[in-house]
RNA sequence: GGUCCCAUCGUCUAGAGGUCAGGACAUCGGAUUCUCAUUCCGGUAACAUGGGUUCGAUUCCCAUUGGGACUGCCA
C-alpha cells in the first residue's frame, strides 16, 4: 500500500471531483431483498455487432438461473471500448433476446445499465482506492508500454505492468502534479501487492476448488483515453452494486479471477458466484481439427444466421438448454417436463469442457419441435419467417393462409405418423414449392408412362374417398401390367416433379381436380 | 515460454471403488408404407497412455500425451 493522495489531488488526477463516497453508493444500491436462494444474473455483451451463439449459451444460462430461482436477470451494456463500438449493436443483442424468448428485467434501482453512463459510480470507486493508497496514476504513453513488453519478451519475464515495471508505482504527488502540468492524463493502476509465489483459492461453481497464483500486476482500473473502466474495474463495481449474485462468463476469463478476487477483498466486498463456461467448438472442415468457433470462418456461430435461415428458435433453446443442463433431454423424452423453461439446471452440473456444436442434434431437435407442433403454430411461424426475413417467392407463398395451410397440413392428422422432415421454415417452404404453379418444376428426365396417366385421368374423381381413389391406381396398375407403386410413381413425379413426396392422395386433395388434371395433362 | 482448465462410443453426455459402462444424436440392418419422411424392432461403437493406492480402478493420486483458454489502456 502507498500514501494516498489529497482529495485535490484526486480530483485533478480523475478530471473532476468524484460525485459519492463508498457509503452513498452502499445507500443508493441497497442490497435486494429477495427469497431464499434467488440468484441475480446478467447477460452482459459488448456491443460488437452481432450475437454469437457463445453469447446466447451464457445469457441463457443467466436467464434460467434467475427465472427458476426467482431472482432477477438484467442485460447490462459494457460498451467501454470506445474504439470499437458499433451503432447498431445494442439493438441486434435486444432483438435477438426477445425472438429468443429471453426477457430481462431492468430495475431503475440499479441502473443506468449502459456501462458508458456509469462513470460517476466508477470515478467515485477509483477515488476512494486513490484516496487510501491501492491505486495510483500511471503516465506510461503506448510506445514505453510496449517496449516494455518487447523487453519483457526478449528476456523471458512475464509481460506486463509489474514490480520494477510499474514505473509509476510510486509515483509523489509534486512529480504527479508535473504531468499533469504537462497536459497528460493518467491511467488509474491498482497497486497490486500480490505475490505470485503465494497462492489463492476460490470455488468455482462448476470447477471446484481451483488455486492460482497471486496476481502482481498492476491492472488498469480507468483508461486514460476516455476515462472509462476496464473490463476488470466495470466487473468488480457492476457486479457489487447491481447485487449479482452469480457471475456467468465464458472460461477466457478464468485466468483473471485472482485480480478478481484482490479487488474484491480490498474493497471488502463479498464475491459473487463464478461460473465460468466452456466454449463451443466445431470440427475445422479444412484442418479436421476442433477449435473455437469463429466469426469469420462459422456463418452458424451468428445467431442472426439462425433467424434468417428459419431454425425455429425454441428449438435451439431446446439445444442449448440440453448441452447446458445435461439430462434435460432425458427428462423431456420421459415426459417429466415440456420444455427446458420447466426444466430445473442445476448450476453445478454446466458441463466443464468444450462442446462441439453439433448441427444434426440441432436438426433432430428442430423436427422435433416442429413434429410436436399445431398446424396453425406451424403455419404461423412459416408465414412469420417469410414476411420478415423471406424473398419474393417466399412471401407469395404464404400469402395465401388457406392453402398454405392445406399444403402444411399433410400428414400431420395421426400423431404417430407425423412427418418429420421440416428443419426449418425457409426449408419448409423450399421442399413444398411444387405446391404453387409458379414455382412448380416439372420433370422433364423422369419416363412417364403416357398410358397409365391417361387411364387414371379417365376414372379420376376428386371427390373419391382414399380407398376408392387407391383402387383406381391398382386397377390402372393392372390394367397395363405394372405395379401399383410404378403407377403411383408416374403421378407422383407428374405432379410434383419429383420422386419422394409425402402422401400422394392428399397432394391430390390439397391440389385440387384443375391443378390435377393440368399438370398430367402437360405431359399427354 | 509462463499460468490455468479439461479428457467415457464419431458427437453430447450418465455413471459408480466391484455395472453386461447407461441414454440421446449420427450410423448400420430388419419390419411397415404408393416413394420419401415417419413409426416399431435390432446391431456396431467409448472409459487417452504409464505408474501408483487398493483384494479390486475406467472411477482416487502422480506423471505423460492430447485438446483448450489466458498472457492488451478488448471484453
Keep these: 500500500m502507498r500514501t494516498g493522495l489529497s482529495q485535490d489531488l484526486i480530483a485533478r488526477v480523475l478530471g473532476a471531483a468524484p460525485k459519492y463516497t463508498i457509503a452513498e453508493l452502499e445507500e443508493k444500491f441497497p442490497p435486494r431483498t429477495l427469497p431464499d436462494g434467488a440468484m441475480v444474473t446478467r447477460f452482459a455483451p459488448s456491443p460488437t455487432g452481432f450475437m454469437h451463439l457463445g453469447n446466447l449459451y451464457s445469457g441463457l444460462i443467466d436467464y434460467k438461473l434467475a427465472q427458476q430461482s426467482n431472482g432477477v436477470f438484467m442485460l447490462r451494456i459494457e460498451d467501454t471500448d470506445t474504439k470499437r463500438e458499433i451503432k ?245 423424452l420421459k415426459g417429466a417436463v415440456k420444455n427446458f423453461w420447466e426444466y430445473e439446471m442445476k448450476p453445478k452440473k454446466i458441463p466443464m469442457s468444450g462442446g462441439l456444436f453439433d448441427m444434426k442434434k440441432l436438426e433432430w431437435w428442430a423436427k422435433e419441435y416442429i413434429g410436436a407442433m399445431s398446424v396453425s403454430d406451424l403455419v404461423k411461424s412459416v408465414a412469420t419467417w417469410a414476411n420478415e426475413y423471406g424473398d419474393e417467392k417466399q412471401k407469395m407463398q404464404v400469402a395465401d393462409i388457406d392453402y398454405l395451410t392445406a399444403v402444411l397440413s399433410i400428414e400431420r392428422d395421426n400423431p404417430k405418423r407425423i412427418r418429420k422432415d421440416f428443419i426449418t421454415w425457409k426449408q419448409t417452404l423450399a421442399i413444398e414449392e411444387f405446391f404453387w404453379d409458379e414455382l412448380f418444376v416439372p420433370n422433364a428426365e423422369y419416363k412417364y408412362n403416357a398410358d397409365v396417366l391417361r387411364a387414371f385421368l379417365e376414372t379420376f374423381d376428386i371427390a373419391d374417398n382414399k380407398d376408392t381413389w387407391w383402387n383406381k391406381i391398382v386397377a390402372v396398375a393392372e390394367k397395363f401390367g405394372v405395379k401399383n407403386g410404378d403407377v403411383a410413381m408416374d403421378l407422383r413425379v407428374a405432379l410434383s416433379g419429383r420422386t419422394n413426396t409425402p402422401d400422394l392422395y392428399s397432394i391430390m386433395q390439397v391440389m385440387g381436380a384443375d391443378r390435377v388434371v393440368k399438370r398430367i395433362k402437360a405431359l399427354l
Excluded at 172 to 187: A, F, K, R
Aim: glycine content about 6%.
Design 88 to 332: 447498431e449493436a445494442v439493438g441486434i443483442v435486444i432483438d435477438s433476446l426477445a425472438k429468443f424468448g429471453i426477457t430481462y428485467n431492468n430495475d431503475e434501482t440499479y441502473g443506468p445499465y449502459y456501462q458508458s453512463q456509469r462513470k460517476d459510480i466508477y470515478h467515485s470507486v477509483a477515488a476512494e482506492l486513490l484516496r487510501n493508497g491501492r491505486a495510483y496514476p500511471c503516465f506510461l504513453s503506448q510506445e514505453e508500454m510496449d517496449e516494455i513488453r518487447e523487453n519483457q519478451k526478449a528476456a523471458g519475464f512475464a509481460t506486463g505492468i509489474y514490480g520494477e515495471f510499474a514505473r509509476y508505482r510510486d509515483i509523489t504527488p509534486d512529480e504527479i502534479i508535473e504531468h499533469l502540468d504537462n497536459g497528460e492524463v493518467p491511467s488509474i493502476r491498482l497497486y497490486s501487492t500480490g505475490d505470485p509465489n503465494k497462492r489463492i483459492f476460490f470455488k468455482d461453481t462448476v470447477r471446484g476448488s481451483i488455486s492460482v497464483p497471486e496476481n502482481n500486476e498492476d491492472i488498469v482500473l480507468i483508461k486514460s483515453t476516455d476515462r472509462l473502466p476496464t473490463y476488470h474495474f466495470a466487473h468488480l463495481c457492476d457486479d457489487h452494486f447491481m447485487r449479482v449474485t452469480h457471475v456467468v462468463r465464458g472460461e477466457e476469463y478464468f485466468g483473471t479471477v485472482a485480480l478478481h478476487i484482490q479487488m474484491f477483498n480490498m474493497m471488502g466486498w463479498k464475491l459473487p458466484n463464478y461460473i465460468h463456461t466452456a466454449t463451443l467448438d466445431k470440427i475445422d472442415e479444412e484442418t479436421g481439427k476442433q477449435r473455437k468457433m469463429s466469426k469469420r470462418k462459422d456463418p452458424e456461430n451468428n445467431v442472426a444466421f439462425f433467424m434468417q435461415e428459419g431454425w425455429p428458435t425454441d428449438a435451439l433453446i431446446e439445444y442449448l438448454g440440453n448441452i447446458l443442463a445435461p439430462g434435460y433431454e432425458e427428462a423431456k
